[in-house]
Each structure stands twice: as C-alpha cells, then as structure tokens.
C-alpha cells in the first residue's frame, strides 16, 4: 500500500525559508499530482498548491510570491520551500496526492509540524 | 476565492444514531465537492468525492449529497471510531482549492 513520508526542519526563525520534502513509497508516482497543505487552529486547511511529474505547478495566490514545489520522479520525492516565513507560518504541513486533476486527496503525509518563532 | 462554510461547529450525538453535516458554499461548485475526516493527531482521510462517491474502502454508512452550493453530509450510524473532525473541499473553481472550517462530531 503507498505511503507518503515526510521530513523536514520544524523550527524557523522569522525570514528563514521553510523546507519539506515528501518521498512515495510503493506507489506510482507519475500518475498523480502531488500536494502541499497547512494545517493551523486560525487558518484551518490551507491548500498550498500542487506539482505534477513533469515540475508543474500551481500554487496558492496568496502564497505564489514565496512557494517553490520541485519534484524528482527518479527518487519519487517532491519538495516544498517558502521564503521569508513568520508566524503566519506556523502550523501543521502534509503532502498529499491528489487524483489525476490534483482536485481531492486520497493518501496524506503524517505532517510536519513547523514553528517559527524568533 | 469561493468559501466554504460547514455547520454547526460540532455536533453531539450518540452511538447508533444519524449524525447530518452541512456545507455551503459562497457560489455554485456543482458536484466538485469532497469530504474528509480528521482523527485526532491524524492527518485527514478522504471520504467523498463528487459530492456523493465513497473513497475507496470507505464503509457505506458514509453518504454524500447536494450540488451547487448545498451540500450534506450523513452518517447512517455513528460508530465509536466516527467521532472526529469532518471537512468539506470544493474543487470546481481553483486556485486555490478552498476547505471548510470543519465540523467536530462528539459522543453525546
């Protein structure tokens, strides 16, 4: 059964960039697209935005300005990175695969719960 | 951006009864509408799709209903592991991929 696993620094200091990475495991990767989103008591589910095999992406507006998704099929691992976070930052990040459209999520990282805090 | 809207913020019910979960949407998503639930400490679980499609492996409890910009959510009879964070997704209109603020069912 595939498994997503995620790692990645959870502690920031303000302006520092955040780094997450998603591996799949015992699945196909090429076939889907592959998701970030934050979790936080005041912002609730935030979808990030997505990249598919080919290192396409659509992001999240309010967040285009700082998000960078990159993907490498050979590893089956695809990353997240935001710049210049701050508190608004902080909460729960998962990776998730979305169906074909990258429209709904069927599997989901454990999360990574990051900080930032100076 | 199209906002989702669930009610109530949590509901209590007992085991074995029906539990109805509501969300609205601020313009018409059609059937692009999603459900998730969230265990505690988990991350969430798909649920729905298509406003009315069990997710794989899903049991038939589980019911989906509505379009446009109402939409239901029924468990026929809740059992001990049902009580959690339910979430409704729209997916019609995007970026971004809007969830709603969450319904927390609670034993009663």
């Known amino acids: 059964q595939a498994q997503l696993q995620q790692w990645g620094a959870g502690l920031l200091k303000p302006s520092e960039t955040l780094s997450l990475t998603c591996a799949v495991y015992d699945g196909a990767f090429i076939d889907y697209q592959w998701t970030w989103i934050r979790q936080s008591p005041g912002r609730g589910l935030e979808w990030i935005g997505k990249i598919d095999r080919s290192g396409t992406t659509i992001y999240t507006p309010s967040l285009r300005s700082r998000v960078t998704m990159s993907v490498d099929t050979i590893k089956k691992q695809f990353s997240l990175r935001l710049s210049s976070v701050n508190g608004a930052d902080t909460g729960r990040y998962y990776c998730a695969r979305g169906n074909w459209g990258g429209w709904y999520f069927d599997l989901w990282g454990r999360g990574t719960q990051v900080t930032v805090s100076s | 951006d199209i906002v989702m809207t669930q009610s109530p913020a949590t509901l209590s019910v007992s085991p074995g009864e029906r539990a109805t979960l509501s969300c609205r949407a601020s313009?018409?998503?059609?059937?692009?509408l999603a459900w998730y639930q969230q265990r505690p400490g988990q991350a969430p679980t798909l649920l729905i799709y298509g406003a009315s499609t069990r997710a794989t492996g899903i049991p038939a409890r589980f019911s989906g209903s509505g379009s446009g910009t109402v939409f239901t959510l029924t468990i026929s009879s809740l059992q001990s592991e049902d009580f959690a964070v339910y979430y409704c997704q729209q997916y019609n209109e995007w970026p971004p991929l809007t969830f709603g603020g969450g319904t927390k069912v609670e034993i009663k």
């Open positions: 313009q018409s998503v059609s059937t692009s």
